[in-house]
């Protein structure tokens, strides 16, 4: 999944922007929010059936992006992808105060997942 790989490039580059240790990140009690409405990435797939990847109806669901980084990062504190349209993000930063202040997390990590512009064999 495209949106996923650049959540995941993204966190890394504001994690060493941060001045924050891979082992001081990894594993850690960060929550993760993702704000993000969109499918132009699984949409690629809805016009050709035969050109699906095997995994597409699971793999380019918008929901599980959050749990993706977490996932990857192994982030032990919530995790939740966020779709209030254009307010996603604001949304997240609300959470992402709310999950600080009353301590279910020590650190925050927040991602929007928006928007990819069509492109690929199957768009014209």
Known sequence: ??????????????????????????????????GN???????LFDRDIDYRPKYAATGCGGAMASNRVSWFFNLKGPSL?????CSSSLVGVHL??????????????LGCGQRLEKIGPNYS
């Open 1 to 34: 999944m495209v949106v996923l790989a650049i959540l995941i490039d993204i966190k890394r580059a504001n994690r060493v922007a941060a001045g924050i240790r891979m082992e001081d990140f990894v594993g850690s009690k960060t929550s993760c929010y993702v």
């Open 37 to 43: 409405f969109t499918r132009d990435y699984g949409e």
């Open 81 to 85: 992808t966020l779709d209030s349209a």
């Open 96 to 109: 992402a105060c709310q999950s600080l202040q009353s301590g279910e997390s020590k650190m925050v990590s």
